[in-house]
T-cell receptor
């Protein structure tokens, strides 16, 4: 079935450690996105990519990095510079223009 | 900055009733709106969308209404079922962007009592 796969489902980070969240899609979508969701809040955009080898900062990019080497993959690295990383991270993809974004089932990141 | 917000954070209904979830938006340049349903521990699931050149769109048991005059969006769910219990988010896209950058509201918790 086509869809978006995020892994791992749960992730724990130690102080000073970088961690990478995986996002893979087989929907043949050009655009991919990373959002952060905190309890009781909506989604906030971290980074997005409209095409391979190109990506842009969203509203809360500080402390995060991404790469887009393949159309299917858009991994997110939470760096040690992100001082409050505990959150639910959601990856999405879409075709261009006014089309809905389709989401994965998220990765929950916690601090040890 | 521009934002999307909800009038009611929680909504409780009886099974079989109709539900109405409201959303106010402030960006008059928004040209595309989406409703998502999010169940606990899962990603948002697309329900229905509407473009700014429309004022109503219907799906299976759901209807979205758009009032651009007062910048208001609503989601109507007919014959609400316990499986409809979830958090519902509205989202908007600025018409000045070519890609799908969305601004999300905070969400409304819908609880359906059997």
């Amino acid at each position: 079935d086509g869809g978006i796969t995020q892994s791992p489902k749960y992730l724990f980070r130690k102080e000073g450690q970088n961690v990478t969240l995986s996002c893979e899609q087989n929907l043949n979508h050009d655009a991919m996105y990373w959002y952060r969701q905190d309890p009781g809040q909506g989604l906030r955009l971290i980074y997005y990519s409209q095409i391979v080898n190109d990506f842009q900062k969203g509203d809360i990019a500080e402390g995060y990095s991404v790469s887009r080497e393949k159309k299917e993959s858009f991994p997110l690295t939470v760096t040690s510079a992100q001082k409050n990383p505990t959150a639910f991270y959601l990856c999405a993809s879409s075709v261009a223009g006014n089309q809905p974004q389709h989401f994965g089932d998220g990765t929950r990141l916690s601090i040890l | 900055g521009e934002s999307v917000g909800l009038h009611l954070p929680t909504l409780s209904v009886q099974e079989g009733d109709n539900s109405i979830i409201n959303c106010a938006y402030s960006n008059s340049a928004s040209d595309y709106f989406i409703w998502y349903k999010q169940e606990s521990g899962k990603g948002p699931q697309f329900i229905i969308d509407i473009r700014s050149n429309m004022d109503k769109r219907q799906g299976q048991r759901v209807t979205v209404l758009l009032n651009k005059t007062v910048k208001h969006l609503s989601l109507q769910i007919a014959a609400t079922q316990p499986g409809d219990s979830a958090v519902y988010f509205c989202a908007e896209k600025d018409g000045g962007t070519s890609y799908g950058k969305l601004t999300f509201g905070q969400g409304t918790i819908l609880t359906v009592h059997p």
